[in-house]
């Protein structure tokens, strides 16, 4: 039996890394927590618990707010 390397190649590597990075920039933008977009680390549960309420608080009640705004205007 040989060993083998079980890295991924160096371009691979690259890769992964700009998706991560875009992911954090698109989270960022949006006001949205990591976890959401699939970047979650050591989450726990009351972490999660945590990370709905600021998707809520940061995220989506803005959106709704701007939404609101708008329908009224019609």
């Not at 060993?3 to 991924?8: G, I, N, R």
């Not at 190649?9 to 991560?20: D, L, N, W």
């Not at 990075?21 to 618990?49: F, Q």
Request: net charge positive.
């Amino acid at each position: 039996m040989k060993a083998k390397l079980l890295a991924a190649p160096g371009r691979e590597q690259q890769f992964h890394e700009a998706r991560v990075l875009s992911l954090e920039d698109v989270a960022r933008i949006y006001g949205v927590p990591l976890s959401v977009v699939g970047l979650g680390k050591n989450a726990s549960y009351g972490s999660l618990t945590e990370e709905s309420r600021a998707l809520r608080q940061n995220c989506f009640a803005p959106w709704a707010g701007r939404v609101e705004a708008q329908l009224r205007l019609a």
